[in-house]
């Protein structure tokens, strides 16, 4: 389990108002918990034995503070973001339609997608409010955290 992994599970922890998350593997043993009062702390790993082939992310990597969707560009469109990284699905199954397509409307709680991460599927929402412009990722290709998803007008 690498810190990508970890900061995927922080913020799952956050979105999901989830308080405690343990996980043991062969190699490795991992226990979050969030403070209840939702201050700074945040996620802070109790106990934590990294694998030998754990690495340091690169200067200037990713941060768990980012916001979700960047102020608007010269076009006056918003991206909206992946707040995780894992494999980006349009449909809750293959057989549904999609979330949105070009042209939907959207508001801060319109779910837009799915990402799964570690086996997990979290509906991802819009977080804006406008018209799609642009679907930016294909259906099932992996994504990062902060990696834009859509493009929407805002009203």
């Given at each position: 389990m690498d810190l990508k992994d970890i900061k995927a599970i922080i913020d799952l922890m956050?979105?999901?108002?989830?308080?405690?998350?343990?996980?043991?593997?062969?190699?490795?043993?991992?226990?979050?918990?969030?403070?209840?009062?939702?201050?700074?702390?945040?996620?802070?790993?109790?106990?934590?034995?990294?694998?030998?082939?754990?690495?340091?992310?690169?200067?200037?990597?990713?941060?768990?503070?980012?916001?979700?969707?960047?102020?608007p560009v010269a076009t006056g469109e918003i991206d909206v973001k992946s707040p995780m990284i894992g494999t980006f699905y349009r449909a809750p199954s293959p057989e549904a339609t999609n979330y949105i397509e070009v042209g939907s409307t959207v508001n801060a709680e319109s779910v837009v997608c799915i990402i799964e991460a570690m086996k997990v599927m979290n509906e991802i929402k819009s977080e804006v409010s406008g018209v799609v412009t642009q679907v930016l990722v294909e259906n099932g290709k992996p994504v990062e955290f902060g990696q834009p998803l859509f493009k929407v007008r805002p009203h």
């Open positions: 956050k979105k999901n108002s989830i308080t405690e998350f343990e996980l043991e593997r062969q190699d490795s043993k991992i226990r979050l918990k969030r403070g209840l009062n939702g201050g700074s702390g945040g996620a802070q790993p109790e106990d934590y034995n990294p694998p030998s082939y754990a690495s340091l992310p690169p200067a200037g990597a990713a941060s768990g503070n980012q916001p979700q969707s960047a102020p």
